[in-house]
T-cell receptor, first 114, second 113 residues
Framework: GAVVSQHPSRVICKSGTSVKIECRSL??????MFWYRQFPKKSLMLMAT?????????EQGVEKDKFLINHASLTLSTLTVTSAHPEDSSFYIC??????????FGPGTRLTVT | GQQLNQSPQSMFIQEGEDVSMNCTSS?????WLWYKQDPGEGPVLLIA?????ELTSNGRLTAQFGITRKDSFLNISASIPSDVGIYFC?????????????FGSGTQLTVLP
């Protein structure tokens, strides 16, 4: 149980384009989904928290107009990196929770902006 | 803000040895979580702890919730090559209304054959 999928696993895009990453909870309803960014050899950095049907809450320093988050249903959240630049290249990971502190993570998306 | 100090930063051990790592917090936690992350993958939940003093096992892994509620320990017995990875502790962000977590800096474990 508690399986979270993330798609795509890897994406390469050109500078200035937008990229959408999907996160799905496959076998449970996720009241809350979280988006993290991870730099090489570093810990996870929380970017935003999203609840189904409401606006995402962004952490300090995270541009909400650049990282658009939509939590359309209890099993799907999307992160869109708009007008991507090379400095946006990173490993993006989503997680889902059914209301408890335990978060279940997706396999991550490696974004490379050229 | 809350900080989790995780140590050691890295460990190199021989296969079959036991491993111990710990996490300390600047504030009291009511939940501790331990995750393992393989290269290029998302973290996987290993153990969740909810009560001070609690000792919980998951196979060869044992985690303890410190009595002071400011620390937690993870032990791995009889290590095997597939134990290689980064281990993270995590605890609730006190100001978080949606049960956000803060993560330690991780312990990179290498198991030598």
């Amino acid at each position: 149980g508690a399986v979270v999928s993330q798609h795509p696993s890897r994406v390469i895009c050109k500078s200035g384009t937008s990229v959408k990453i999907e996160c799905r909870s496959l076998d449970f309803q996720a009241t809350t989904m979280f988006w993290y960014r991870q730099f090489p050899k570093k810990s996870l950095m929380l970017m935003a928290t999203s609840n189904e049907g409401s606006k995402a809450t962004y952490e300090q320093g995270v541009e909400k107009d650049k990282f658009l988050i939509n939590h359309a249903s209890l099993t799907l959240s999307t992160l869109t990196v708009t007008s991507a630049h090379p400095e946006d290249s990173s490993f993006y990971i989503c997680s889902a929770s059914s209301g408890r502190y335990e978060q279940y993570f997706g396999p991550g998306t490696r974004l490379t902006v050229t | 803000g809350q900080q989790l100090n995780q140590s050691p930063q890295s460990m190199f051990i021989q296969e079959g040895e036991d491993v111990s790592m710990n996490c300390t917090s600047s504030s009291i936690f009511n939940t501790w979580l331990w995750y393992k992350q393989d290269p290029g993958e998302g973290p996987v939940l290993l153990i969740a702890l909810y009560k001070a003093g609690e000792l919980t096992s998951n196979g060869r892994l044992t985690a303890q919730f410190g009595i002071t509620r400011k620390d937690s320990f993870l032990n791995i017995s009889a290590s095997i090559p597939s134990d290689v990875g980064i281990y993270f502790c995590a605890g609730p962000i006190s100001s978080g209304s949606a049960r956000q977590l803060t993560f330690g800096s991780g312990t990179q474990l290498t198991v030598l054959p």
